[in-house]
């Protein structure tokens, strides 16, 4: 299959649909690694393709894993709407819901803590949950974390030994001639 070293797309994108159509993602997981990777293809149909036959795959076999949709969620960003179109439906097949950013005044309640009029992220109020408490903090199973030790002191001015390099015979060798006359070893 020449899914990523073929020269032209449309080659490439037959090559997708041809692993799309012959492999099933249980058996070949491999497939799903190639489509994600053509989601980084130059031309915008074979990310398409690529995410067209990623969905397929979920819809036949449910082949979701971290991978795949952390690569549909960068094509969610891409600049064609195709493209974007299919990563969506993937993911809505993987059961994520797809929630559109704001446009202009967002004072519709689309967020917790009121309107989203500036770009910069909103400050969500700490609750008494998310404090940080006073000791370390157990795990269910028992353990806590352990401190880490502190880094050595960096040794003193008089213990630091410092290279000295020397200079060694073999490396006083005397300039080359910057001459042809040694060019094809016929030199006197």
Not at 9 to 18: P, V
Not at 61 to 69: A, K
Not at 71 to 85: E, H
Request: with cysteine; proline share 7%; aromatic share 4%.
């Amino acid at each position: 299959m020449q899914s990523q070293t073929a020269c032209y797309a449309l080659t490439r994108r037959e090559a997708l649909h041809l692993l799309g159509d012959h492999y099933d993602c249980r058996c070949h997981p491999e497939i799903m690694a190639a489509f994600v990777f053509a989601l980084n293809d130059c031309d915008h149909r074979v990310r398409a393709k690529a995410a067209d036959e990623i969905g397929d795959q979920i819809r036949k076999h449910g082949c979701c894993s971290q991978p795949t949709v952390n690569g549909l969620t960068y094509a969610l960003g891409d600049p064609s709407r195709s493209v974007r179109r299919q990563a969506e439906q993937a993911l809505k097949l993987c059961g994520y819901k797809i929630v559109k950013p704001c446009k202009g005044s967002c004072c519709d309640g689309c967020t917790d803590i009121g309107c989203c009029t500036s770009i910069a992220p909103a400050v969500m109020p700490m609750d008494a949950a998310a404090r940080p408490i006073d000791g370390p903090a157990t795990h269910e199973a028992g353990y806590s974390p352990v401190v880490a030790e502190e880094a050595p002191a960096p040794p003193a001015e008089d213990e630091a030994v410092l290279f000295q390099g020397e200079l060694v015979d073999d490396e006083l060798t005397a300039p080359a001639k910057r001459n042809l006359s040694n060019l094809f070893g016929l030199a006197n």
